[in-house]
């Protein structure tokens, strides 16, 4: 397996990681979720777009392609549910980003390192179990935890204020143009992981 050397920057206060995609690779299963549920609406979600709003909370994704399609949707919650627990039905084929994990196992209980993610607590955890990493985390902060998501910055700023860290020290990692925007927003530097993730063809 191809390694990593990752080295923090003199003065990293606090490590912080998206979950989706970054610490583990759920895309493809997160994928597969939504065009079970959105085929039913006749909604479509191109690949392309799926890639390009990773981080958004589910509510939010469901609200801006429904619209889109001029598809009256009053039941966002029930959607919500149905998807999350759509994708928990391919947890088992969830794989971890060693590259990531790597960095993450390197350095915890060295500086403080948190997951900040836009996804559900439940599904959060139930990831995190999977590659059997949750209690490597000072503090896991998810979609219910800020008003606001992803490219704003307040999950990445709320994982900074209960790790103790002042924002400008700590590092983020995320594999998403919107989650990136978010660290740059929250003042913190964002390393891109997406050249670590490999996948199988087709997957």
Not at 32 to 43: C, E, F, H, Q, S
Not at 53 to 80: Q, Y
Request: charged letters at 25%; glycine letters at 8%; aromatic letters at 8%.
């Amino acid at each position: 397996m191809q390694t990593h050397v990752w080295t923090p920057p003199p003065g990293t206060a606090a490590l912080i990681f998206d979950c989706d995609g970054t610490l583990a690779d759920t895309m493809p299963a997160h994928y597969k979720a939504w065009l079970a549920l959105l085929g039913r609406y006749g909604i479509p979600f191109p690949e392309p777009r799926f890639y390009a709003m990773g981080g958004m909370p589910t509510a939010s994704i469901i609200r801006v392609l429904a619209g889109e399609a001029g598809v009256a949707v009053p039941d966002v919650d029930g959607m919500v549910r149905e998807k999350e627990a759509t994708f928990l039905t391919f947890l088992d084929a969830v794989e971890p980003v060693e590259a990531v994990l790597m960095i993450a196992a390197a350095h915890r209980g060295k500086v403080p390192i948190a997951v900040a993610s836009g996804g559900y607590r439940d599904t959060i955890t139930r990831t995190l179990d999977r590659l059997n990493v949750r209690d490597w985390f000072d503090a896991i902060v998810t979609a219910e935890d800020t008003a606001r998501h992803k490219p704003d910055p307040d999950v990445f700023l709320e994982a900074a204020r209960r790790l103790g860290a002042e924002p400008p020290r700590c590092v983020v990692f995320e594999d998403t143009d919107i989650g990136l925007e978010a660290a740059r927003r929250a003042g913190m530097l964002g390393v891109d992981v997406r050249p670590w993730v490999t996948r199988a063809p087709g997957a």
